[in-house]
Structures are given as structure tokens and as C-alpha cells.
């Protein structure tokens, strides 16, 4: 079955620490990839999204991501986070021919000082 | 201003009530989009239009209707809520570039509603 995985619920790092969020699909064809955030009583953001072509995307607020066909993974970087990075990440995909994206249950950021 | 607005923000209703949950956008996008969010589940789509005349069923639409006044408005229905319609709405836009499925989705702030 398609499907989208982020298999951590919580990660918790310091402040100036480095970050990997995972992000995992199961598709035919590699679909479009995107990530989101989610701060505190707000909407959802786009950080970044893949189609084709260089593996690694940069995003916006230092964020990037590094696409692996071979592990059908996604995941989400940053070299030193900031205590303004707390908050909700989304992985999002939307399978080739379709319009619809499909979310991951979504992995929920803490940083320490 | 906001480009996605949703009003109320917050909503406390008992069971069996008809609950209304309206959203307005000025990015002039076509595409609008209900979702909800519960803890652990992530965004699940309830209901989506690419215009005015296109309505169309999500994932879970059981419980939930929808209206498109406008370009941009679009409104969610709880016809008689219960209490596991709890959960944090969220609407969404987007933009509609020539290939399918590459659109950035743009979403409201969300209405958090409670159903006692």
C-alpha cells in the first residue's frame, strides 16, 4: 500500500545541535516530496519540496533536505538548530498523476537551551 | 492581513448541534482544501474543490459537508456533531501550476472545535 512514514513521534535536541528528520514513502514512482512546518498555534508552512533533478533542496530558515531513491527517503536537515526551530514537521507526498498530497503523521521538534 | 483566513478560531458546541466553519482566502487560488488534525494522526482531508463547481470527497468525509459560495470562500458543515469530530480544522489553498501535483498548499491558522 502507498504511504508515507515518519517513524519518529518526538525528537529533542539543543539548542546549536544538528538535525535529521525522517521521512519514508512506499510509491511506485517517486512522487513529489515537500516538508512542512507547523509552528505553535499556526498553519502549516512549506519548507521545501523535490520533483526532479538535485538530490539536495535547500528551503527556507536554513532547512534542507536530501533526496535517496534507494531508501525512498526524504529527510530533513538543519546544521544548527535554533530555539525558534521548536515546532511541528510534516512530511507531505503526492503521487505522480494526482493532486492530492498525503501527510505523515508528523515528527514534533523540541530544543533545549 | 492574512492570505487564509478561518473563522471562528476556537469553538465549543455540544452533541448534535449544526456547526459551520468558514474559510476565506485573498490569493486568488482556484484550489481549496479541509483537512483535520489530530494528535499522532497528522492532516487528513476531508473535503477539496478545484473550482467553484467541483466539490469532491477526501479521505474522511463521513459526518461533514461542504459549500463553495466563491472562489474564495470555502465553507465546512457538521450537521449534528459528535463528540469524536474533536479535533483541530484546518483549510487550505493552492496554487495550480501546469503539472498536476506540484502545488504548495497555503493553510488558514485552523479552528480548534470541541464537541461535548
Known amino acids: 500500500a502507498q504511504s508515507v512514514t515518519q517513524p519518529d513521534i518526538h525528537i529533542t535536541v539543543s539548542e546549536g545541535a544538528s538535525l535529521e528528520l525522517r521521512c519514508n514513502y512506499s510509491?511506485?514512482?517517486?512522487?513529489?516530496l515537500f516538508w512542512y512546518v507547523q509552528s505553535p498555534g499556526q498553519g502549516l508552512q512549506l519548507l521545501l519540496k523535490y520533483f526532479s533533478g538535485d538530490t539536495l533542496v535547500q528551503g527556507i530558515k536554513g532547512f534542507e533536505a536530501e533526496f535517496k531513491r534507494s531508501q525512498s527517503s526524504f529527510n530533513l536537515r538543519k546544521p544548527s538548530v535554533h530555539w525558534s526551530d521548536a515546532a511541528e514537521y510534516f512530511c507531505a507526498v503526492v503521487e505522480r498523476g494526482s493532486y492530492i498530497p498525503t501527510f505523515g503523521r508528523g515528527t514534533s521538534l523540541i530544543v533545549h537551551p | 492581513d492574512a492570505d487564509v483566513t478561518q473563522t471562528p478560531r476556537n469553538r465549543i458546541t455540544k452533541t448534535g448541534k449544526r456547526i459551520m466553519l468558514e474559510c476565506s482566502q485573498t490569493?486568488?487560488?482556484?484550489?481549496m482544501y479541509w483537512y483535520r488534525q489530530d494528535p499522532g494522526l497528522g492532516l487528513r482531508l476531508i473535503y477539496y474543490?478545484?473550482?467553484?463547481?467541483?466539490?469532491n470527497k477526501g479521505e474522511i468525509s463521513d459526518g461533514y459537508s461542504v459549500s463553495r459560495q466563491a472562489q474564495a470562500k470555502f465553507s465546512l458543515s457538521l450537521e449534528s456533531a459528535i463528540p469524536n469530530q474533536t479535533a483541530l480544522y484546518f483549510c487550505?489553498?493552492?496554487?495550480?501550476?501546469?503539472?498536476?501535483?506540484?502545488?504548495?498548499?497555503?493553510f488558514g491558522p485552523g479552528t480548534r472545535l470541541t464537541v461535548l
Open positions: 487550505a489553498t493552492s496554487d495550480s501550476p501546469g503539472t498536476s501535483g506540484r502545488d504548495t498548499q497555503y
Open positions: 510509491y511506485g514512482a517517486t512522487p513529489y
Open positions: 490569493k486568488g487560488h482556484d484550489r
Open positions: 474543490s478545484f473550482d467553484v463547481k467541483d466539490i
